[in-house]
C-alpha cells in the first residue's frame, strides 16, 4: 500500500507556503487523531481513482493545538484541505495549489506540473463523522453543482470530500 506523508506539508509546496503547510498538517492530525486514528491508518479513496494509502504523520506535540482546533467544523474544513492537497498531488499531474477567493468558482486553481496550460478548478469538503443526512456523495453532488454553474470557461474540475470517520476520500472529475 502507498503511504501518504501528511508531514510533507510542513515543509510547504507549490502554492502552499510552510506556514499555511503546517496550519494544514495540524488540522489534519487533530481531526485523524480525534476520530481515533493513529499513523498508519488506512485512507480509502474512490470515485474517479480507486486506491487506499497509509497515512503517515508525526506527533502532535502542542497542547495549544488542540484547544485552538476546538471547532470541529474548522478543523475538518482545513484537515480536508489538506488530504485532498496530497491525494491530488499523488493521483493527477496537479501540484501547485492557488487559493481563490471566496464566492469564485472553486476554492482552489490547480496548475499541472507537466503543463503549465492544463488547469482546473478543486472544491474540497470534509465530514467529521459521515451520517445518512451528512454522506459524502450528497457532499460530492452539491460541491459539483457549484463548480458547473459556476464555471463558465470550460475548465476541468474535481471535487475531494475526506470523511475522518473512517478516514476516506472520494474524489469526483468533470
Known sequence: MRKLHLDTLKY????????VGQFLWEAAVV???GNG???GARLNVFGEHETAFELEWSALEDENALRFWSDN????EYGATAIAVLVIMELTSFSNFQKLPQNESADYLILSKKNIREKAYLEISGIWVESPQNSINMRVNK????????NQRGIENFVVVTEFGTPKSKISRR
Open 143 to 150: 460541491k459539483l453543482k457549484r463548480l458547473l454553474k459556476n
Open 73 to 76: 467544523n474548522e478543523s475538518v
Open 37 to 39: 486514528h493513529r499513523p
Open 31 to 33: 481531526c485523524l487523531e
Open 12 to 19: 510547504g509546496l507549490p502554492g502552499i507556503t510552510k506556514t
